[in-house]
């Protein structure tokens, strides 16, 4: 995982929880908490750190997760503009995730673990993401999904009946766009 999703985990616990809550969670995981934005660091510190998070507020895991998904996409927004402007839709932008936007990551990270997007785009007030990757962090893509809905200002609903949590190879996010 890039340092990157690190201080930004950070960042969110701060200004949720505040500095102590960090510092209590770093501890917890024996880091020192620098985190370079393009070094990789191992998944499960990750885990770790959402985890003592969890022992902390006593947010679920996946609440939490979901949380730092939709914390993101503002940042990401800011950050990559390119990637957002000129996008004729909310759904338009979300089928450059895996076609644009994670080729682009992998030119500038060849070692980065990106999660996989394949689409079912049948109508067009909806879409479907089918969602891989050993991670299973679809909460995190939730997170990031209604994050990204808030900046196109686009409602939708979300529907996770297929999950890798319930022993699927993948998990299925059908949304629905309101008009």
């Not at 927004?77 to 450059?96: C, M």
């Not at 394949?118 to 109508?123: K, S, T, V």
Request: charged share 25%; aromatic share 12%; with cysteine.
């Amino acid at each position: 995982m890039k340092g990157m999703v690190f201080n930004l985990l950070n960042e969110l616990v701060e200004e949720q929880f505040g500095f102590s809550a960090w510092e209590n969670m770093l501890t917890k995981v024996e880091s020192d908490g620098v985190f370079s934005m393009a070094q990789t660091y191992p998944d499960e510190l990750l885990f770790d750190l959402v985890g003592a998070a969890h022992e902390l507020t006593d947010i679920p895991v996946k609440d939490l997760v979901h949380s730092l998904g939709e914390f993101m996409a503002p940042v990401f927004a800011r950050d990559y503009p390119v990637f957002f402007e000129n996008q004729p839709s909310f759904k338009a932008f979300l089928l450059t995730v895996d076609r644009v936007i994670h080729v682009e990551v992998r030119k500038l990270y060849p070692e980065a673990h990106l999660p996989e997007f394949d689409y079912a785009d049948e109508q067009d007030d909806e879409l479907v993401m089918l969602y891989r990757s050993p991670r299973q962090l679809c909460a995190l893509a939730e997170g990031l999904i209604m994050g990204c809905a808030k900046i196109f200002e686009q409602t939708y609903e979300l529907t996770h009946d297929r999950c890798m949590h319930s022993g699927s190879d993948h998990c299925e996010l059908k949304l629905k766009f309101d008009s």
